[in-house]
């Protein structure tokens, strides 16, 4: 996957608790960003980040902080995750002017 | 506001057989069409694009068509086999160079199953 890691793969965690995703790139790219995809709803844009300390906000972003200290990485924080935050959330990079590639994903299921 | 509506929703071909799936936008400032497939339990990747200019794009069996006038564009699996059975998103892409002032939008998905 162009040398994306999302980690944790899988994860399961209580309503209410912290949660913190980690995306890993190893090819210096400048544009990373998060998305979320759930049946019937498709890709929806979470943040994205245009350089080191430089994020903006996407179309589904309430409940999400994102932080961006290196390059490489780009970590997406549920502060208190709640029911609906169940999802599979991807990275993303932009690699080149146009293409996107993502990272195989994270499944999350809060119960 | 979707503004890129893909269809149809789920698709069953058989093999051998032309699948196609269906995209219309609405925002003409679009510069850009991708098409992406994803498998299960994997992020989704790049299949094919075309940018308007162009009214066909054709790598191997997979072709692109578009339809500046109508605003649509729609992508044809020729001979299709069991192994591209996936999901594919339409998307299309506006703003400038590229970054954060270049925005996608994303259909919803069409899921292909190409039957044995």
């Known amino acids: 996957d162009a040398g994306i890691t999302q980690s944790p793969r899988h994860k399961v965690t209580e309503t209410g608790t912290p949660v913190t995703l980690r995306c890993h790139q190893t090819e210096n790219h400048r544009y990373m960003y998060w998305y979320r995809q759930d049946p019937g709803h498709g890709l929806r844009l979470i943040h994205y980040?245009?350089?080191?300390?430089?994020?903006d906000k996407g179309e589904v972003s309430d409940g999400y902080s994102v932080s961006r200290s290196k390059t490489e990485d780009f970590l997406l924080t549920l502060e208190s995750a709640t029911s609906s935050q169940t999802s599979v959330y991807f990275c993303?990079?932009?690699?080149?002017?146009?293409?996107?590639?993502f990272g195989s994903g994270t499944r999350l299921t809060v119960v | 506001q979707q503004q890129v509506k893909q269809s149809p929703q789920s698709l069953i071909v058989q093999k051998g057989g032309i699948s196609i799936i269906n995209c219309a936008y609405e925002?003409?400032?679009?510069?850009?069409f991708p098409w992406y497939q994803q498998f299960p339990g994997k992020g989704p990747a790049l299949l094919i694009a075309?940018?308007?200019d162009v009214s066909e794009k054709k790598e191997g069996r997979f072709t692109i068509s578009f339809n500046k006038s109508a605003k649509q564009f729609s992508l044809h699996i020729m001979d299709s086999q069991p192994g591209d059975s996936a999901t594919y998103f339409c998307a299309a892409s506006f703003g400038r160079h590229a970054g954060n002032n270049r925005k996608l939008i994303w259909g919803l998905g069409t899921s292909l199953a190409v039957n044995p």
């Open positions: 925002n003409t400032a679009f510069d850009y």
């Open positions: 980040s245009y350089g080191v300390k430089d994020t």
């Open positions: 075309i940018r308007p």
């Open positions: 993303a990079i932009l690699d080149g002017i146009y293409g996107y590639t």
